[in-house]
């Protein structure tokens, strides 16, 4: 039996980019660690702050939920609350709603669900069986991004946490530099300035690999929705990923590295893309130019405003 590298408990975890071996409670305090750094890197806590979280029940958005839950503990000077997007994927989202409204009432905090159809008249079912030429995927982020800041927006939030992790976050850098996209490249989050209309993100598990989100959720009897979006295949995000999942099974800590490398470019990417100031779109969220992204595609969708 292979043990603990602190204690003499059975290891539960492998961490091929350190080489430790931890058992369930040091593995969760390692986890636990680094979230907290990343969280209070991004939060200054002064008191009256609304950090809402956008939970859509799987497994890095639920331990985003707990852990940020569990970082803020008991305070009483700042307000939490979980978002969850119904993007009307039928057979799928559904059943993902219970379980987020479960860990929520588990924890005290409010839940707040929006819909596409409530806020675009549309849903992701509607818009996969429309002719296009971009993925289901492009648009459900688009989206689901304006879905999350306008709920966010009329919560008060001072902040919204996402669940996106170290993969995910490796996965849009390379994305976006292969692209050509260094402009993009700038705007990831988490946000460094507030910009008007725009609640600023924040991603609580940035360093932290995918896998190590589903072992925590594992071995803290997390429940979460395991189901894989029908339009997942889709995604240009997928190459990206079988690419990333290669290059670290061959040499262990390329997603930090990728990391490091961008954290270490963005003050002159800062200076070399000011933040423009935002205008505000017809349905009221802030736009680059005099329509915001969301709009547009629900234009090109249906040939007039929405």
Same mark, same amino acid.
């Given at each position: 039996m292979i043990t603990c590298d602190k204690c003499r408990k059975r290891s539960v975890a492998f961490i091929r980019y350190s080489g430790a071996h931890l058992c369930k409670e040091h593995f969760s305090?390692? %986890?636990?660690?680094?979230?907290?750094?990343?969280?209070?890197?991004?939060?200054?806590?002064?008191?009256? @702050?609304?950090?809402?979280? *956008? %939970? &859509?029940?799987?497994?890095?958005?639920? %331990?985003?939920?707990h852990l940020v839950s569990k970082i803020l503990g008991?305070?009483?000077?700042?307000?939490?609350a979980a978002i969850t997007v119904d993007e009307g994927i039928k057979e799928y989202r559904e059943s993902s709603l219970p379980i987020v409204a479960g860990h929520c009432r588990e924890l005290g905090i409010e839940h707040i669900v929006v819909s596409f159809k409530e806020l675009f008249g549309t849903t992701m079912d509607e818009i996969a069986k429309?002719?296009?030429t971009i993925s289901a995927c492009s648009y459900c982020g688009v989206l689901r991004r304006a879905a999350m800041n306008r709920a966010a927006k009329e919560w008060n939030a001072t902040h919204l946490a996402t669940g996106l992790n170290l993969d995910d976050?490796?996965? &849009?850098?390379?994305?976006?530099?292969?692209?050509?996209?260094?402009e993009r490249l700038a705007r990831l989050g988490p946000h460094r300035r507030v910009q008007p209309g725009l609640v600023p993100r924040i991603q609580p598990l940035r360093t932290?690999? @995918?896998? @190590?989100?589903?072992?925590? *959720?594992? %071995?803290?009897?997390?429940?979460y929705h395991d189901l894989e979006c029908p339009y997942a295949p889709e995604a240009l995000r997928n190459t990206y990923r079988s690419v990333i999942a290669e290059l670290e099974d061959k040499y262990p800590g390329t997603r930090h590295s990728i990391l490091k490398s961008y954290?270490?470019?963005?003050? *002159?990417?800062?200076?070399?893309?000011?933040?423009?100031?935002?205008?505000?779109?017809?349905?009221?969220?802030?736009?680059?130019?005099?329509?915001?992204?969301a709009c547009e595609l629900l234009e090109s969708l249906n040939g007039k405003a929405t």
């Open positions: 305090d390692f %986890v636990e660690r680094r979230v907290k750094y990343e969280f209070r890197r991004r939060v200054h806590l002064v008191g009256g @702050e609304r950090i809402a979280i *956008a %939970v &859509s029940g799987g497994k890095d958005s639920t %331990v985003a939920l008991k305070r009483r000077n700042l307000d939490i429309t002719q296009r976050s490796a996965q &849009s850098i390379l994305m976006n530099i292969s692209r050509g996209e260094v932290i690999p @995918e896998s @190590e989100t589903t072992l925590y *959720a594992i %071995v803290n009897k997390l429940r954290d270490e470019l963005l003050p *002159a990417l800062d200076k070399m893309y000011p933040f423009a100031g935002l205008k505000t779109c017809k349905c009221g969220e802030p736009a680059v130019g005099t329509t915001c992204k």
